[in-house]
């Protein structure tokens, strides 16, 4: 038997701009072991240079082995074409493991076809629930969790989770792993690239795209009149996501001058941004603990969190899209700003080491 006939092989399922972070971190620690191949399958359900590619130069992370060019498309054609395609691409490589992450359409394809074939599915942040069943995404990461076998658990809560809803008595393995979101923001700090428009020196951070805040007409202009209002104060820098734009065109809403509008930002960029803000204003579950991880205070524009730690240590304040709310919360967070005093507790999401929890624990795997 060759060497390489003795690697375990992974094959990753990636597809959305949260995915290529996550994906781009693990990736580097399968890397360091030879006894793992790693095969990567990009879905195309994000596409654009600014959204895919410069993730992918930026983390370094391996030109994807398959590119299935599937976007744009609605939820059911997208994750149908999705399952067709991976299916292929799964029968020709036989991977000891499919892995997948986050709640998108993509992980949720990947994780019917591993179930399909009887391919060991790992799930990595597994166990989070918003419990708003009117999220794709909710939708997307309970389905995964019930066919993965081996679950991996960003968060003591996640953990919960799943223990709340039976999985102890299921088949599969529950992992507390940590997040290697985290692993990513401390590893990549040292790299943070300037976004070259214009910053003043206090700023806020905000990205707005999740779609039951874009697909809400009332909503998404709430939120916008409320950032004009914030931006007659301090800088608002806003890396405008392509879902976003166009939903704002389709209404015919003019964004306010007021606020810095800039194209979405490679990762580097926004870690740079992370870093200098002042106060981050969102509705991404990733920017949520990422303000944690720079040390910044968070209002997050949903009723609901997945991060639910971060509310209860109030790093975090859920305001949902109420304009005057959203307004108030600056004001009372911003005139503290100075005093801001986050105490960032690093084991919450594992200290950096959740990649190097994942790998391990496959490696370990003899099933
Ligand atoms: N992000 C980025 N550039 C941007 C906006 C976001 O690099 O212009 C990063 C962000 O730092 C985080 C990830 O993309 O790591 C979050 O993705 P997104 O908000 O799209 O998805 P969610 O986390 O809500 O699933």
């Not at 700090?189 to 809400?216: G, M, W, Y």
């Not at 405008?240 to 939903?247: A, D, E």
């Not at 899209?321 to 999401?349: A, G, M, P, R």
Request: aromatic letters at 8%.
């Amino acid at each position: 038997m060759s060497n390489s006939s003795k690697k375990k092989k992974i094959l990753t399922i990636l597809g959305a701009r949260p995915q290529f972070i996550k994906a781009g971190v693990v990736s580097r620690e399968i890397l360091k072991h030879n006894s793992l191949q790693e095969v990567i399958v990009h879905t195309g359900q994000h596409y654009d240079v600014n959204m895919s590619d410069v993730f992918f130069q930026q983390m370094k992370i391996p030109k994807p082995d398959y590119f299935l060019g599937i976007g744009g498309k609605s939820h059911g054609a997208m994750t149908g074409q999705m399952i067709e395609k991976i299916e292929e691409v799964a029968l020709n490589e036989k991977p000891d493991w499919i892995m997948v992450y986050g709640d998108t359409n993509s992980t949720l394809a990947g994780a019917l076809v591993a179930s399909k074939l009887h391919i060991k599915l790992a799930h990595i942040e597994a166990g989070l629930r918003s419990f708003n069943m009117n999220m794709p995404e909710e939708i997307n990461r309970i389905l995964t969790d019930r066919i993965s076998n081996i679950l991996f658990c960003p968060t003591d809560k996640a953990v919960e989770n799943l223990e709340a809803e039976g999985y102890r008595n299921f088949d599969c393995e529950i992992v507390k792993s940590g997040d290697v979101m985290q692993d990513g923001a401390f590893f990549y700090k040292k790299f943070a690239q300037k976004p070259s428009c214009n910053i003043q020196d206090n700023f806020l951070l905000c990205t707005v795209h999740r779609a039951e805040n874009t697909d809400d007409n009332e909503k998404l202009k709430n939120i916008f009149d409320a950032l004009d209002e914030i931006a007659k104060n301090v800088q608002v820098i806003l890396p405008l996501h392509p879902r976003t734009k166009s939903k704002l065109e389709n209404i015919n809403y003019k964004i306010s001058d007021n606020i810095t509008i800039i194209e979405p930002v490679g990762y580097l960029e926004m870690v740079w941004l992370l870093e200098h803000c002042e106060l981050v204003i969102t509705d991404s579950g990733g920017l949520q603990k990422e303000a944690y991880f720079f040390e910044n205070p968070c209002i997050t524009l949903r009723e609901e969190t997945e991060w639910v730690e971060l509310v209860e240590c109030n790093a975090n304040v859920l305001v949902g899209t109420d304009k005057e709310k959203i307004i108030d919360s600056f004001y009372e967070i911003h005139k503290n700003i100075n005093n801001k005093q986050l105490l960032v507790n690093k084991d919450l999401y594992g200290n950096g080491k959740a990649s190097q929890n994942i790998i391990n624990e496959l490696l370990n795997d003899r099933k």
